[in-house]
């Protein structure tokens, strides 16, 4: 009996030598489809599982070197059995992992040979720095490019500064405003303005031309018009002259000069037939007025 149960020991002892157990954190699986060049589906012993390659980032469908690099990964994997060393779950509830084949880190070539990109923002792995700065010397893959667009701008594109839209042009209309007390106006100039004042200007002797209505008016009035140097116009009797009033009723003045004596004044006819009706004598003086008086005998 004791021999027999030594026996068992040694069977047991022999088959725990070959069968290889995983870590807790490892998972042996079957890669059974590229769904891009960063994710995958394994199927486990007890299930099926979207793996999400951790710490890279592969080009999207429709970029450039997307579908080259999907194929890559296809090519590397698919029907292949590998060990998943997982880290987790992301926010989608996919498993992150780093994927060996045959011991070799299938994240790290995926990045060596410029099909995928170090995700930085996730990842500090200096392995994948390193591998990424030599792939882009090296220029690989899609590192061909000069710029090629990271798959996280492609996703989700900086946003464009915004543009005003351009302002709308208003015409004002342009209001006169009314004339004020402060506002220059135009004055038509006013007719002269008849009275008597000093330092005045003849307008036969002056610099003003008379014109042909004040020229007829001073004849029909016997009246001549004086033009003043501020503009401004009176009117005096002319020297000799008399207004049709004068001629009917002559005024009395001092210091005479008689119309029959030395004059310069020519007596009208009107006036010598009123001197022979009345009997009278008109008196001319000098500053241009009028007296009547009793004529004189003739001797």
């Given at each position: 009996?004791?021999?027999?149960?030594?026996?068992?020991?040694?069977?047991?002892?022999?088959?725990?030598?070959?069968?290889?157990?995983?870590?807790?954190?490892?998972?042996?699986?079957?890669?059974v489809v590229a769904i891009d060049g960063d994710t995958v589906v394994?199927?486990?012993?007890?299930?099926?599982?979207?793996?999400?390659?951790?710490?890279?980032?592969?080009?999207?469908?429709?970029?450039?070197?997307?579908?080259e690099s999907r194929e890559a990964l296809r090519s590397l994997l698919v029907n292949k059995q590998v060990v998943l060393k997982t880290s987790g779950t992301d926010k989608y509830g996919r498993t992150l992992a780093t994927i060996l084949?045959?011991?070799?880190?299938?994240?790290?070539?995926?990045?060596?040979?410029?099909?995928?990109?170090?995700?930085?923002?996730?990842?500090k792995d200096e392995d994948l720095?390193?591998?990424?700065?030599?792939?882009?010397?090296?220029?690989?893959?899609?590192?061909v490019e000069k710029n090629p667009t990271a798959p996280w701008d492609f996703r989700h594109p900086p946003a464009k500064p915004a543009i005003a839209p351009p302002e709308k042009t208003v015409a004002v209309p342009v209001v006169t405003p009314p004339a004020t007390a402060n506002s220059l106006v135009t004055v038509p100039k006013a007719e002269p303005i008849v009275k008597a004042s000093a330092s005045?200007?003849?307008?036969?002797?002056?610099?003003?031309?008379?014109?042909?209505?004040?020229?007829?008016?001073?004849?029909?009035?016997?009246?001549e018009v004086v033009h003043r140097k501020d503009g401004s116009t009176?009117?005096?009797?002319?020297?000799?002259?008399?207004?049709?009033?004068?001629?009917?009723?002559?005024?009395?003045?001092?210091?005479?000069?008689?119309?029959k004596g030395k004059s310069s004044y020519k007596e009208?006819?009107?006036e010598k037939a009123y001197e022979k009706a009345t009997g009278k004598e008109v008196v001319h003086k000098k500053d241009g007025t009028t007296y009547e008086r009793k004529a004189r005998s003739k001797k």
């Open positions: 009996m004791r021999r027999t149960l030594n026996v068992c020991c040694c069977i047991f002892a022999m088959a725990g030598a070959t069968v290889r157990e995983a870590p807790a954190s490892e998972v042996i699986a079957k890669i394994a199927k486990t012993s007890s299930s099926t599982i979207t793996v999400r390659l951790e710490g890279i980032d592969a080009p999207e469908k429709g970029q450039p070197s997307g579908p084949l045959d011991g070799n880190n299938i994240n790290l070539k995926m990045v060596s040979d410029g099909l995928a990109w170090h995700y930085k923002q996730y990842s720095a390193k591998a990424e700065a030599e792939a882009r010397t090296g220029e690989k893959g899609l590192w005045a200007t003849n307008s036969k002797s002056g610099s003003f031309k008379e014109s042909e209505a004040e020229k007829a008016y001073e004849k029909a009035n016997g009246v009176y009117e005096r009797r002319q020297a000799g002259s008399s207004s049709p009033a004068e001629k009917a009723k002559p005024s009395s003045s001092s210091a005479p000069t008689s119309s009208s006819a009107a």
